[in-house]
C-alpha cells in the first residue's frame, strides 16, 4: 500500500482565496484525522471523521474551516477564505480501529503557506 | 481533558551520548502510550507503544520507553543516539478504554544530534 496520500505536498495562496487539502487515507482504514503543525502550538486535532461521519469537529478553529469525506477513500479540509495564520503543515491520517486506536498512519502533510 | 506534556523543547548531544525525553500525561486511567518521531521534511513515524504488560517497551532504531504507571510518565530513552536521530519526537496518548478516539500529542521535542 502507498500509505496515506496527501494533496498538494505545497500550497501558497493569497490571503483571501479558498485552499482545499486533500487526503487519500489507507484502503480499509475506517478512522480518518486531520492534524495541524505549527510552531506554537505544536501538533493539534482539527477533527476525525469514523466510517466516513465527523465525530468531533472540536477542534476546527473557526467557521472558515471545513471537512468533508464524501467516500471511505477520499477526505479533504477546506479552508474558505484563507488567512495567513492558517500558515502551517497540515496532516491527515488514518487507521483500522476495531476497538481503541492502535495506530495512526500519517501522510507527508501539506505544507500551507498564506500570504 | 487529557493532555501530554513533553519537558524538553529542544535538545542537543553529541553522538554517542545517551538520550532521554521525559513525557507526561495528565489522564489517570488507563492509557495507551506512543512515541513517534518526524525527521526533517517527514511525516510522522510509530517508534513504539505500550498497551499493557512489560512497562519497557522496545522500539526500532534502538529506542525503548519505559511506562511509569505511579509518576504518569512514558519517557523515551536511547542508549547512544547517532547523527540520523536528529529529529522532532512526539509522546501521544489516548484512553485505552474510550472507544475509537484519536490521539493526543505533546508539542514535541527536537533533538539535534552533533559530531
Known amino acids: 500500500d502507498a500509505g496515506v496520500i496527501q494533496s498538494p505536498r505545497h500550497e501558497v495562496t493569497e490571503m483571501g482565496q479558498e485552499v482545499t487539502l486533500r487526503c487519500k487515507p489507507i484502503s480499509g482504514h475506517n478512522s480518518l484525522f486531520w492534524y495541524r503543525q505549527t510552531m506554537m502550538r505544536g501538533l493539534e486535532l482539527l477533527i476525525y471523521f469514523n466510517n466516513n461521519v465527523p465525530i468531533d469537529d472540536s477542534g476546527m478553529p473557526e467557521d472558515r474551516f471545513s471537512a468533508k469525506m464524501p467516500n471511505a477513500s477520499f477526505s479533504t479540509l477546506k479552508i474558505q477564505p484563507s488567512e495567513p495564520r492558517d500558515s502551517a503543515v497540515y496532516f491527515c491520517?488514518?487507521?483500522?480501529?476495531?476497538?481503541?486506536?492502535?495506530?495512526?498512519?500519517f501522510g507527508q502533510g501539506t505544507r500551507l503557506t498564506v500570504v | 481533558a487529557q493532555s501530554v506534556s513533553q519537558h524538553n523543547h529542544h535538545v542537543i548531544l553529541s553522538e554517542a551520548a545517551s538520550l532521554e525525553l521525559g513525557c507526561n500525561y495528565s489522564?489517570?486511567?488507563?492509557?495507551?502510550l506512543f512515541w513517534y518521531v518526524q525527521y526533517p521534511g517527514q511525516h510522522l513515524q510509530l517508534l513504539l507503544k505500550?498497551?499493557?504488560?512489560?512497562?519497557l517497551v522496545k522500539g526500532i532504531k534502538g529506542f525503548e520507553a519505559e511506562f511509569i504507571k505511579s509518576k504518569f510518565s512514558f519517557n523515551l530513552r536511547k542508549p547512544s543516539v547517532q547523527w540520523s536521530d536528529t529529529a522532532e519526537y512526539f509522546c501521544?496518548?489516548?484512553?485505552?478504554?474510550?472507544?475509537?478516539?484519536?490521539?493526543?500529542f505533546g508539542k514535541g521535542t527536537r533533538l539535534s544530534v552533533i559530531a
Open positions: 505500550y498497551f499493557s504488560g512489560d512497562p
Open positions: 489522564y489517570g486511567g488507563t492509557v495507551n
Open positions: 501521544a496518548v489516548i484512553l485505552s478504554n474510550s472507544g475509537n478516539t484519536p490521539l493526543v
Open positions: 491520517a488514518s487507521s483500522l480501529v476495531t476497538g481503541p486506536l492502535t495506530e495512526a498512519f
